[in-house]
């Protein structure tokens, strides 16, 4: 496509159009804190009339959505090296409002988040650009001022003119269209990234997920009347952006992190009427961190097969008391008090629960994120896509529990299950895979399920996703070992399906793990055929750590234990091995 004339711009589309395009925008931070100012502008850009006061500027049908979001990248410093990291990512939008309008949109987007004049390439709360729009070649510039990057200022250059040469732009587009064809370069998203990765010399960027501080403050307020508040962040995790096996030590932003399970429940298979009691429960917690546990997982109904079904409110009643009793870590009710008590007050909280009102109150209340064993489509999740009545309540899952995650900006776990955890073990459609077939099938399976949820008007965070093979659920022992030996086979980037079903990219490429094997029964099984032995949940400790080495050395973010004092120095020996 020939280039626009800057005196075609303005025209260049109908400001009033319900035409639908597609754009891609890039966002960076540096300044404050990067993460909440990248989703306050996300927010903002989901709310272009609330945004532009002036309706002259565009039509009152003007509409953005985001349907795509890549991951979130740590990145160093490029051109004026001497300023602290960014916070890098990109999202896909649909849009019916012009390019041009479009700009005016992100630079009052911009002005509302908090960015002040600087100089170029200098530090900056926030930064959106245009990366791509359709398949347009685009320039607001006069033709004789086109032969420069220098004058770049107050003009539109579509695609951007730098994002060739910007790991941190090419990265994140990666993510979501890596097959695009650059309109001007002919070149794919992948090759693009490709070419630059192989003769740059910048260091790697490293992915983060970040777990948002509640319950609120009283001072956080909504950026617009309108708008829901944004979190600020009480704590982020850096993880390489290759979670392949590794073989380079640990370092603070690669190691392995360690999540504790606290039921709170009378019926859990491995620690029933442990720790559903405050005194125990908190006892638990201050255990936990002082053999430095990274996050609390709070659960207050048993997913074991054949476990008593609990009610929302019971469920709420179980688990919101623990959450805020550690979110004020009274001293009445804990032994200790001063520096442990206030990490104990900071441990980032996951809830595990598949039931909205369970999940907001838990948020309410302090939690950080959202471990869901259903992946947001509810117990009658087998076989999916499902049908008739049972599509009708997946669908209501899924659309509920997308909203709370949205809603309060939070992680959440996503992991692979066949309705009861005992049942549908039959991977057999599957055995066109080389790498094996329950290891296929949690890949597509769970794939339908993350692509929906990652992708389309409605779309939570791709950044704040992890992925759980469900290791025990609706799998042989046979099934969970393969599971094991090939945890980084189940996010790799490669091509997935065979014959009838379509090779396609694998859709929980690049995503976080999550291991959870601590005292299973798939353990007891191989214990009981190998060794002869009979064994109980609490038997099962040493048992839980070869696996957990295992997930270690197959690169999971996250391993999810019940005996933290003795799967931290795992851990700890498994991560100075291979990481």
């Given amino acids: ?31 404050g804190d990067s993460i909440q100012n990248i989703e306050v502008a996300l927010r903002l850009l989901e709310n272009p009339l609330l945004v532009v006061g002036d309706r002259s500027t565009i039509s009152q049908n003007a509409f953005v959505y985001i349907v795509n979001t890549s991951f979130l990248y740590e990145s160093a410093p490029m051109y004026v090296t001497d300023q602290p990291s960014f916070i890098n990512c990109a999202c896909m939008i649909e849009t019916n409002i012009p390019p041009v309008n479009l ?29 791509l729009y359709d398949e347009l070649n685009f320039d607001t510039r006069a033709l004789e001022e086109q032969h420069t990057l220098d004058n770049l200022n107050g003009h539109l250059v579509i695609p951007h003119p730098r994002m060739s040469e910007r790991v941190f732009v090419l990265r994140p587009l990666y993510d979501m269209i890596p097959e695009y064809v650059h309109p001007s370069l002919h070149k794919t998203i992948s090759t693009l990234l490709n070419e630059l990765t192989l003769i740059s010399d910048d260091p790697p960027m490293d992915k983060v997920i970040a777990f948002p501080q509640y319950p609120l403050p009283p001072n956080n307020t909504s950026p617009l009347p309108g708008v829901d508040p944004v979190p600020s962040i009480l704590t982020y995790w850096k993880y390489r952006a290759s979670r392949s096996i590794r073989t380079v030590p640990a370092t603070t932003q690669g190691r392995t992190r360690l999540m504790a399970t606290l039921n709170v429940t009378p019926d859990s298979f491995s620690d029933g009427s442990t720790h559903n009691t405050l ?87 302090g939690a950080n994120c959202i471990n869901d064993v259903y992946a947001f489509t509810g117990p009658q999740n087998y076989p999916y896509p499902a049908s008739g009545a049972a599509k009708e309540q997946t669908t209501e899952y899924m659309r509920q529990m997308k909203d709370v995650a949205r809603k309060f900006a939070v992680p959440v776990v996503l992991m692979h299950s066949r309705g009861d955890a005992g049942m549908n073990k039959d991977y057999s459609v599957y055995d066109y895979s080389d790498d094996g077939r329950v290891l296929e099938g949690v890949r597509v399976e769970l794939g339908v399920k993350v692509d929906e949820i990652v992708k389309g008007r409605g779309c939570i965070r791709r950044w704040n996703v992890i992925i759980d093979p469900g290791i025990g659920f609706s799998k042989t022992v046979e099934g969970n070992l393969e599971l094991l030996r090939q945890g980084a086979a189940v996010t790799a980037d490669i091509l997935i399906g065979s014959g009838s079903n379509e090779k396609k990219r694998n859709p929980l490429a690049g995503f976080p793990q999550l291991v959870g094997t601590s005292k299973k029964s798939f353990l007891g099984m191989i214990l009981s055929d190998k060794r002869g032995k009979s064994t109980e949940a609490k038997d099962r400790i040493w048992a839980t750590a070869g696996a957990v080495a295992c997930a270690v050395q197959q690169g999971a973010l996250v391993v999810r234990v019940h005996d933290t004092h003795e799967m931290s120095d795992v851990v700890a020996i498994a991560d100075a091995l291979w990481r």
Wanted: hydrophobic fraction near 45%; glycine fraction near 4%; charged fraction near 25%.
């Fill in 1 to 31: 496509m020939e280039l626009t004339l800057a005196s075609e711009a303005s025209n260049l589309f109908d400001s009033s159009s319900s035409a639908i395009h597609c754009a891609a925008i890039a966002l960076g931070s540096n300044v």
């Fill in 103 to 131: 700009l005016q949109l992100v630079k009052k987007i911009e002005e509302i988040v908090g960015r002040k004049p600087s100089f170029r390439n200098g530090p900056r709360v926030i930064d959106l650009d245009i990366v």
């Fill in 279 to 365: 005194p125990t429960a908190l006892a638990y917690v201050h255990e936990a961190v002082r053999v430095s546990v990274d996050i609390l997982d709070i659960g207050g109904y048993s997913t074991r097969p054949g476990a008593a079904f609990v009610s929302v409110k019971e469920e709420i009643d179980r688990v919101v008391p623990f959450i805020q009793a550690i979110r004020s870590a009274d001293p009445a009710t804990t032994e200790d008090d001063g520096e442990e008590n206030c990490m104990v007050r900071d441990m980032p909280i996951s809830i595990d629960t598949f039931r909205w009102e369970v999940a907001e109150n838990a948020i309410l209340a």
